[in-house]
């Protein structure tokens, strides 16, 4: 099993910048992709960046490229999220969550299915003021 917990979220103004953090336990995600997906109230969780193992390949929704990073740190079993030039659009509660994917290739439709990852945190809730 795979625990994790997210941190960094809070309350930010439009063009800030916030750094999340997603802490895993219980066994090492080094072999994992990771992911970080969001949820707006009223709305379906939306995919936000995804990691395959090693950093090799990072894929982002369209309406965060440029703006987001998401990075790992398998030596302290940690994925992050660099958030910067914050939107209103962008408050939701964000999730971390992990895929044992053993596919080959990894493609970004695949990086970005919800319903593929096995593991998720329970969310830290990121605000935007305009």
């Known amino acids: 099993q795979v625990q994790l917990v997210e941190s960094g979220g809070g309350l930010v103004q439009a063009g800030g910048s916030l750094r999340l953090a997603c802490a895993a336990s219980?066994?090492?995600?080094?072999?994992?992709?990771m992911g970080w997906f969001r949820q707006a109230p009223g709305k379906e969780r939306d995919f936000v960046a995804g990691i395959t193992y090693g950093g090799g390949n990072v894929y982002y929704a369209d309406s965060v490229k440029g703006r987001f990073t998401i990075s790992r740190d398998d030596a302290k079993n940690t994925v992050y999220l660099q958030m910067n030039s914050l939107k209103p659009e962008d408050t939701a509660v964000y999730f971390c969550?992990?895929?044992?994917?053993?596919?080959?290739?990894?493609?970004?439709?695949?990086?970005?299915?919800?319903?593929?990852?096995?593991?998720w945190g329970q969310g830290t809730q990121v605000t935007v003021s305009s």
């Open positions: 969550a992990a895929d044992y994917y053993r596919g080959g290739i990894l493609s970004a439709s695949r990086a970005s299915a919800s319903r593929e990852y096995d593991y």
């Open positions: 219980g066994r090492t995600v080094r072999s994992y992709v």
